[in-house]
């Protein structure tokens, strides 16, 4: 999980670089193209036993919000700083905790629910930092989040049978169909250094997704996303060295209150949880 995190943020830090000169759909579609890079190796050695699958429909649905969730945090990348879209990000997991009571049945007592009060309380401490600038930036990463806490409820579930390898092939297989059309409109060319780019997007997104698996495969869904946030530390440093952002106050408050908002989440779950681990992590 510290692995995705890392991953996950130096592709949005490189997404918004890029995206001074190319428009998100397009970064989004590329993205998704060269992330087959990572599972390549994979589809060489075992050729299409990690596409065997009985649970298309499944991931179709994971693509449908997966390419919700990306189209809205590419787009907010360019309208709001790196650490305070991070720090917005952090409110899926709450969503997740939310979404996991409702389809896995998982038990959310009263003081789960007091600590998600905390982690909203904190969410509208960091959109008073530049409301009334980024505006749409704070409701398309909203927008966002709660479309991936419902990918990681989806995944999880994948996870109970189908492998790491199998969930990340059929992620881009699925969603740059559905994210090419919308990128046509603001179609062009890259540039050759444009292209290097977009392939280092490419393979930090689909390792990204591939370390994310993993880990939802060996561990119960809340305690994986307790540690997204240590995508502030990367988001953070990334923003401050290569775009000079520094975060303000009021990010720093409310990122730090859903972040305990989340640890204590996950801290008051039942010790006793274990992940469901019913299929081994091949690509078979």
Avoid at 173 to 191: D, Q
């Amino acid at each position: 999980m510290v692995l995705f995190t890392l991953c996950a943020t130096g592709m949005l830090g490189a997404v918004r670089y890029v995206s001074a000169e190319l428009h998100e759909f397009e970064i989004l579609f590329f993205r998704l193209v060269f992330g087959l890079l990572v599972i390549l190796p994979w589809l060489i050695k075992h050729g299409v036993a990690p596409l065997r699958t009985g649970r298309l429909w499944l991931l179709a649905l994971r693509a449908v919000f997966n390419v919700g969730a990306m189209l809205a945090i590419f787009s907010a990348l360019s309208l709001a700083p790196l650490a305070q879209i991070t720090a917005l990000s952090f409110t899926a997991p709450i969503f997740a905790v939310i979404l996991a009571a409702v389809l896995l049945r998982e038990r959310v007592g009263a003081r789960h629910w007091v600590f998600l009060a905390l982690g909203f309380a904190g969410t509208l401490v960091v959109v008073r930092s530049g409301f009334e600038i980024v505006g749409m930036g704070v409701v398309l990463t909203m927008f966002g989040a709660v479309c991936w806490a419902m990918t990681l409820i989806i995944v999880k579930i994948l996870g109970r049978t189908d492998s790491s390898v199998t969930i990340t092939a059929y992620m881009s297989l699925m969603m740059a169909p559905l994210a090419f059309f919308p990128a046509l409109p603001y179609w062009e060319w890259p540039t050759i250094e444009q292209f290097g780019w977009l392939i280092a997007i490419g393979i930090l997104g689909g390792s990204s997704q591939i370390f994310l698996a993993a880990a939802l495969k060996r561990a119960h869904a809340r305690d994986v996303a307790s540690l997204d946030f240590i995508k502030l530390i990367w988001a953070t440093a990334i923003g401050f060295v290569v775009f000079h952002e520094m975060p303000d106050g009021f990010t720093w408050l409310g990122a730090a209150m859903i972040v305990a908002s989340t640890i204590l989440t996950t801290a008051s779950d039942d010790t006793s949880a274990k992940a469901d681990r019913s299929t081994p992590d091949n690509v078979v």
